[in-house]
């Protein structure tokens, strides 16, 4: 036990991982299930936290830096249209919950009897603001008191915030996730996915992993003689939606071309929507089971129209001068434009930076990409050049501190990261030839990003929560608990009856309003959706900077 002990010290990453371990294992058991895998880990960093380990900041930076960057990405795509309507409600909404938060801090404050700098604390601790924490200790100057005496209220401030911050947030994470939704009747996940179905095209997707298929491919032979002597490019045209991919003749498969007549007796690989398949036997002949035939690597592929001599032809010049040329056994199965399905009509004119979806034999699916522009492939690897250049400028960005009577204002390089992540997302979806997270990675980034940062926020508070009992007793916690819930209360029931906002961002805007980072993971994993980021954004930006203020608002009013 020494040996564990001594190494936990000597090597605190090592107290980390093992937060994270015990976190995601109590999250997953049917118990951990209730509270989620956030405040487990949470609960885990408090109890490994009592060996006295010290992470520094930094680290804890990083991991929350990585996890904004990756929720940023996901939602950027849905962010922008989102902002186009409910930008301003939010920003209103923000400033009511931060002044329900405040003014429950304050009450709480005042019949506890607590002086200034613990009422900052509590504010910043049940609020889960490190903002308001490090603009209010910054500030206790304006007090009036010696150094001495300021350097005691600094203490009590960290003192209260220790106290009050683990529940703020495994307490804002459980009520948002868990118990919110029941209190409105709500179903999560089926928020998630209605809000999901509105932004999307009615109908099946196509990167849906569903049985249906709409290209399906089957084997005839050629029996009906009206058809016999034809080229493939012929037959084509007499199978009314359906096209030859190759043919059997002998023994000899061979590739159709515009020249080559193929005997009666030939059996022929057709492919095309099931409907015009199924109704080639009818035209040709019998089906039959010819899987060597059928052995031809095929591919479904987005490709990226970029050459300038695509740009400005229709759907119908496409597959007139580009398809026809490979006997026409490639099938354009949709357009995006700007992230969003456009229907493929024969008169639509191709734009740069179009995706088209196409389906095909692999090697004509390459020369189509090669001659139109650039083939978008499902990759493993993560263009992480792209993704720390986003870090890098977003974090400069927030870093920017405007001085305003006297007061620090700046959007701090986290909410910068999460600016940029959305950004970047959004020019990832818009200009696919770069940018690519694939979704494994980003699944990794935003849980153990937010996690690893969730663990050393445990760790580094654990000996503070039992120093700060002993001081103030459990009346600060209770007190917490009410700056924590009362909030998110108001904000809840705002949401849905003043604001209206759809539930699915309703969770989502109500843990950006109160500054309750964690809380966004456990509504993500509750409602197994990135959708309800997308009401965090704009709120989480605004009550970094409101709640901020409000610390200093706070040593004033309880001067």
């Known amino acids: 036990m020494h040996f564990i002990l001594s190494t936990l010290h000597e090597y605190p990453e090592i107290a980390i991982f093992l937060t994270l371990a015990l976190g995601f294992w109590f999250g997953s058991t049917k118990v951990g299930s209730y509270i989620g895998t956030v405040a487990s880990t949470l609960v885990a960093g408090l109890l490994v936290g009592q060996l006295n380990i010290h992470i520094a900041p930094i680290v804890g930076s990083t991991f929350f830096t990585i996890f904004l960057f990756a929720v940023g990405y996901s939602v950027g795509p849905r962010f922008v249209p989102a902002l186009k309507t409910d930008g301003l409600p939010q920003v209103a909404f923000t400033l009511l919950v931060c002044a329900a938060g405040f003014g429950t801090a304050y009450v709480a404050a005042k019949i ?46 960290a003192v209260a915030y220790a106290v009050t911050y683990p529940f703020g947030t495994a307490g804002a994470a459980w009520f948002l996730s868990s118990f919110a939704p029941k209190l409105l009747g709500v179903d999560l996940k089926a928020a998630a996915r209605d809000y999901e179905a509105r932004m999307a095209r009615p109908g099946p997707q196509l990167s849906d992993d569903l049985a249906y298929r709409p290209v399906i491919s089957r084997s005839y032979r050629l029996e009906k003689s009206a058809l016999a002597g034809r080229t493939a490019r012929e037959l084509d045209l007499a199978l009314a939606g359906a096209v030859v991919t190759r043919f059997r003749a002998g023994e000899a498969i061979r590739e159709p071309d515009a020249k080559t007549p193929i005997a009666q007796g030939a059996t022929l690989a057709i492919a095309g929507p099931a409907s015009a398949v199924m109704a080639a036997e ?138 940029a992540g959305i950004v970047f997302g959004y020019v990832r979806s818009r200009y696919r030839t770069f940018g690519q997270i694939p979704e494994p990675a980003l699944w990794a980034f935003n849980n153990v990003g937010l996690n690893g940062f969730i663990a050393v926020v445990g760790l580094n508070a654990g000996a503070g929560l039992i120093a700060g009992l002993k001081t103030y007793g459990i009346g600060l916690f209770i007190a917490g608990i009410f700056v924590c819930l009362v909030p998110l209360i108001v904000g809840v029931y705002a949401g849905k009856y003043i604001f209206k906002f759809h539930p699915a961002l309703l969770f989502g805007a109500c843990a950006g309003a109160r500054s309750a980072t964690a809380s966004i993971g456990a509504v993500q994993e509750a409602a197994q959706s990135t959708v309800p980021v997308i009401g965090y954004t704009i709120p989480y930006a605004v009550s970094r900077i409101v709640l901020a203020l409000a610390g200093i608002a706070m040593l004033v009013v309880m001067k």
């Open 282 to 419: 009818r035209a040709l002949g019998p089906e039959v089971d010819d899987r060597e035939l059928l052995s031809y690597p095929a591919e479904q592929l987005d490709i990226v129209v970029t050459h300038k001599d695509v740009v400005g032809r229709t759907v119908h010049q496409l597959a007139e001068q580009e398809l026809a040329s490979y006997g026409r056994p490639i099938f354009l199965l949709g357009i995006t434009r700007s992230g969003r399905p456009v229907t493929p009509s024969d008169d639509l004119k191709l734009e740069r930076w179009d995706v088209l979806t196409v389906r095909g034999a692999r090697k004509h699916v390459d020369q189509l990409a090669k001659s139109i522009g650039y083939a978008d492939r499902p990759t493993s690897e993560s263009d992480v050049a792209y993704m720390g250049l986003g870090i890098v400028i977003g974090s400069l960005i927030g870093a920017i501190t405007l001085h305003v009577g006297g007061v620090p204002l700046s959007l701090s390089p986290s909410v910068g990261a999460l600016l």
């Open 112 to 157: 506890m009897g607590y002086d200034a700098a613990v009422a900052a604390g509590l504010l910043a601790g049940g609020t889960t603001n490190s903002g308001t924490l490090g603009v209010a200790t910054s500030n206790l100057g304006q007090l009036g008191l010696d150094a001495q005496q300021t350097q005691s209220m600094a203490s009590l401030l």
